[in-house]
């Protein structure tokens, strides 16, 4: 389906030269000089490759038509990762590019939306918020008590990121697994 740009929000995927790309940014620019254009800012869905376009105001572009369907992930084999539709309860192996990195979160039983282009999946989207277990946390400093002060900890999975100074080791958190960040203490 053909779209002005003004019509593209961030998260849109596109068709260009044969190849899917999802728009990370956008911005409009009206110089003094010439006509209107957008600054398009894409990332290539199956390869995480960037490009930054201009297109100009009047310019269509191709927007894909994508299909979203729910699946559970099962186990990880030599090829990729097992995902099981919700609905047919097909198996599915997705290789592992398709994760990008949040491929350190997934975890048996949880829930993803399998995104598809004409049949094909082409990423795997995973829950905006996902529960894990503090491993290590650093001691809090004494007289650090300023609002934004955070600590360094290490999660279950290995990964590195940090926490408010009342999370101490066992506690169980929320993280967003695209941007790996502290969301809140879960319940």
């Known amino acids: 389906m053909k779209v002005l740009p003004s019509n593209l929000r961030i998260g849109n995927v596109v068709k260009e030269n044969n190849k899917l790309w ?12 010439g006509g209107a254009y957008f600054q398009v800012e894409l990332r290539g869905v199956l390869d ?5 376009k201009r297109i100009r105001s009047s310019e269509e572009m ?8 729910q699946a559970t992930f099962v186990y990880r084999d030599g090829e990729g990762y097992v995902f099981m539709d919700q609905e047919s309860f097909e198996q599915t192996t997705v290789p592992e590019v398709y994760l990008g990195d949040a491929k350190i979160f997934v ?4 829930i993803v939306t399998l995104t598809l282009y004409e049949g094909e999946i082409v990423s795997v989207v995973l829950p905006s918020s996902i529960q894990v277990i503090v491993k290590e ?20 999975n290995g990964v ?13 958190i929320l ?3 695209n941007t790996c960040e502290y969301l809140e203490k879960a319940k």
């Open 48 to 52: 995480q490759t960037k490009q930054i």
């Open 175 to 177: 993280v967003n697994p």
């Open 22 to 33: 999802s728009v990370v940014r956008m911005q409009h620019t009206q110089p003094g000089k």
């Open 62 to 69: 191709e927007r894909a038509i994508l299909d979203e369907r």
């Open 107 to 110: 975890k048996e039983g949880m």
């Open 137 to 156: 946390a650093d001691a809090v400093v004494k007289g650090q008590t300023a609002a934004s002060s955070y600590k360094n900890s290490v999660l279950e």
């Open 160 to 172: 590195n990121i940090k926490v408010p100074p009342h999370i101490e080791a066992g506690a169980a």
